[in-house]
C-alpha cells in the first residue's frame, strides 16, 4: 500500500507517505478482508495498525442498533419531505422585448 516499504505496528501511516486516496484504499481492503467498514476519520484517529486494529476490534463489539420496533410489525415510515407551492402570477407577465425578438411571438406582432 505504501510502495512495498514495511512498517511496524506502531509507525504512523501518514508519516511514512499514507494520504486520504491510500487511506480509502486501506478501508476497502479492511472490508473486503474482514467484512467490517470503518471511517476515514477512524484512520485519521487511529493512524498506526496497532491503534487501528484496536479500533477494528472495538467495532467488531459495538452491538448494532435496532431500529425500534413498531407494535402493528410494519418498518417505519420515513418523514414526508415539505411541501414548497410557487404562487401563480396575479396576470401573465408580458415578454421581454428581447425575448420577442427571438421568439415567433415577435414575429406575429408584424416585427
Avoid: Y
Amino acid at each position: 500500500m505504501l510502495g512495498g516499504r514495511s512498517l511496524g505496528s506502531h509507525d504512523n501511516f501518514f508519516k511514512n507517505g499514507g494520504h486520504s486516496l491510500l487511506a480509502v484504499r486501506l478501508l476497502n481492503r479492511i472490508r473486503r478482508e474482514f467484512g467490517q467498514d470503518l471511517t476515514l476519520r477512524d484512520v485519521f484517529r487511529n493512524p498506526t495498525a496497532a491503534s487501528l486494529a484496536r479500533r477494528l476490534a472495538a467495532t467488531a463489539a459495538e452491538p448494532a442498533d435496532p431500529a425500534p420496533a413498531d407494535p402493528t410489525g410494519r418498518a417505519p415510515k420515513a418523514p414526508e419531505p415539505p411541501r414548497i407551492t410557487v404562487p401563480a402570477p396575479s396576470r401573465p407577465v408580458p415578454p421581454t422585448p428581447a425575448l420577442k425578438r427571438r421568439t415567433r411571438a415577435g414575429s406575429r406582432q408584424g416585427r
